[in-house]
């Protein structure tokens, strides 16, 4: 009899859920169709509803979304690993479209467009003193594969304007930016998004610094704000041995969904240490703390951005798309490195900013935590939760070396755009003079020949510093920075980050634990075969990139 109640009483309850739904709709729309045939001007229905939607997402969590057609597209354009386009990256100077950076195997370069080229003419439209923006630009140069557009440069020491045709194509986006030997046996790898590609690039970039001698591994996950879930997973996947958990993910409407390292991991042995700070995000969340929570290797850094979150997209009739949280995810000791949202989302976003005011950035001791968020690691080490992935070792951020005077410079953009025409006017000199990144790397210097023409760049830019500041601080920053992007110009972005990680607090951090005995003092060792591996879960077979979000 108790039980036939309790079925009826279960009925009872989802119909009359199903009722009050029924009403709540009905009720939306009636209101709306009042709105359209009775308010006494055009009410714009379809903007309402948009609004509607938007400011309904807001009451519920920072990262429940609403995305037109077009915004699907461009937020979609960095994690799915490609678009379609002529495949150069371009700096606007001086209202003229300059190539900073002709994309290898793209489209432009395989018809002989050069770095440091200026386009004059795109098809028949002068887009040089036109006052054209990036948008501009993108509707001029992206299209669909296979469509042609002719273009007219101007090129240093050519007296008239260089004409060529290109014919799109889809144009890689990659998710390593930077790869080299830090030391003979350490290798160091830059992740900026855990795009569709993430981890088979990341695999194929520690293939080949070991075969340069790589025994251990620094990954660069600073400011990494995340991306597809799957990638997350199988990336961790590399790092541990069959079995282990990677993350877990749970919520109202999803029974929890475990998901497990296989055997494919190619770096389950070596030396690892993982780079964070206050941008890294999501995606790259869930690999560091499955990283800390196994001690496989040291997290280095600051307390990450904690967004623990996961969301599935769900198609509106328009082809919009409302991308709803529908689970927390969860890294293998059960943290929730989730922040918290309860004080509204325009708090919730001004996190970062609360923790430089409150002194976190700087100093560990003021990272905020609670008994009620302590787990503990496979070797009983105490880790926490509530609010990103807290780093092993604390790299403060350092501000002593900055001036008003290089932030006008960066703000102006001066840096940029005065190696853009140094390294043009200089190009082939400096080919012949540094003709590999290790010869430039150890033998180039930023004189004060150089820095005082870089002055008066900065100065014709209004970026001067003011009469009563001592900005000598930030000399070496100045000198670091472009002699980085000369790098970057001349050879890749992997060149640029061996410059300017010679001045980056936590990758020097990183690089010393490897000699300091900071490994033993964690206890962190890559392969513990004396402590018991977590059962094996069945492996879920869906298949689907769910993303994690990009954090906002």
Known sequence: MKKIIAVAAFYLLLTTYNLHAQMYQQKMATFLNL????????????S???IGITEILKKLDPHSVYMNAEEIKKANEPLEGNFEGVGIQFQIYQDTIQVVHVIAGGPSQKV???????????DTSKVAGVGITNE??????????????AIKIKRYGESELLAFEIIRDKIPIYAIAAQYMATPEIGYVKLERFSATATEETQAAIDSLRKLGAKKIILDLTSNGGGYLNQAHSLSDLFLSEGKLVVYSSGRSQSRIDLNATSEGDFEKGDLVIMVDQNTASASEIVSGAVQDWDRGLIVGRRTYGKGLVQ?????????VVRLTMAHYYTPSGRNIQKSYAKGIDKYHEDIEDRYESGELFDSTKIKITDSTKYFTNNKRIVYGGGGVTPDIFVGLDTSWSSKFYGKLVRTGSFNQFVLVYVNSNRAELQKKYPTTTAFVNNFIVDSVLINQFYAFGKTKKAEPDSAENYTKSIPTIQNQLKGLIAQDLFNSSAYYQVTNMQNP???RALNAFTDGSFQKFGIKYENTTIPKIKKTKKSKNKKKSKDGITQ
Not at 35 to 46: G, Q
Not at 113 to 119: F, S
Not at 312 to 320: F, I
């Open 35 to 46: 709105l359209d045939n009775y308010y006494v001007e055009d009410p714009k229905i379809d």
């Open 48 to 50: 309402l509803v948009e």
């Open 112 to 122: 002989g467009v050069q770095d440091g080229d200026k386009l004059i003419f795109v």
């Open 136 to 149: 501009g630009v993108f509707k001029y140069l992206r299209g669909k594969k296979g469509t042609k557009v």
């Open 312 to 320: 599935k997209g769900y198609s509106l009739p328009d082809m919009s």
């Open 506 to 508: 936590i990758y020097i």
